[in-house]
């Protein structure tokens, strides 16, 4: 019996796994952004703010929010057939910031979030992922209310090298979420280009 092209079983492709981080200041909107793009249920690790907390945790322009992350939060969403990416939502507050760099540990790149209602606080993701270089995107959550700035005035304002990207994007948005991921990998892939290109004298 002959068989013809169409009747191969195609091969299952085996993608590529990539692991990107989330980090940002408290209340910046960490967890729902893994959240509004992951396939899978997010794994969270959010306990309820209490008392005993409020001597440690800053809820500056956060005052209604009621919980926060502990440890990490997890999500994975499939960009294409062959490559999936595992997101790993990092703890705001400083207290937690010791597990830093284990969720660092094989990470191809970092989403910093901010808001422009409170740049400061992601100073020290910047600080972080800059020090280790560990390429990374800045993503302004648009809040509602929140005013609006020129990318070049966020970038200025961060002490940003020109070569980081700064995207606008809604948290809770899908296709936003997926593009700033998109701009996360070919910023990671072009830094990676550049560093194995000869220099030529």
């Known amino acids: 019996m002959a068989f013809g092209r169409s009747s191969r079983k195609k091969r299952p492709v085996e993608p590529v796994t990539l692991k990107i981080l989330v980090a940002g200041g408290f ?3 960490k967890t729902t952004l893994v ?3 992951s396939e899978i249920r997010p ?11 409020r001597p440690v945790d800053d809820l500056a ?17 499939t960009l294409r ?13 400083d207290r937690f910031w010791f597990l830093w760099d284990e969720l660092a540990q094989g ?8 808001d422009t209602r409170r740049l400061e606080d992601c100073f020290a993701a910047v ?10 995107t800045v993503a302004v959550n648009c809040f509602e209310g929140a ?22 994007c809604d948290a809770r948005d899908r296709g936003s979420v997926r593009d700033v991921l998109v701009g996360v990998v070919e910023h990671a892939v072009a830094r990676a280009e550049r560093v194995r290109e000869p220099v030529v004298t």
Do not use: C, H, N
């Open 147 to 168: 005013d609006e700035f020129p990318v070049e005035t966020v970038q200025a304002a961060l002490d940003l090298d020109p070569e980081v990207p700064v995207l606008m």
């Open 27 to 29: 209340g910046v909107g």
């Open 127 to 136: 600080d972080y992922f800059e020090r280790r270089a560990i390429p990374f």
């Open 107 to 114: 990470a191809l790149g970092a989403v910093v979030l901010a």
């Open 61 to 77: 322009g956060v005052e209604a929010k009621t919980t926060t992350t502990v440890a990490m939060d997890f999500g994975r969403i």
């Open 43 to 53: 794994l969270r690790t959010e306990e309820r703010l209490s008392e005993a907390g």
């Open 81 to 93: 057939e062959d490559l999936v990416l595992y997101l790993f939502g990092t703890p705001g507050q």
């Open 35 to 37: 959240g509004a793009v």
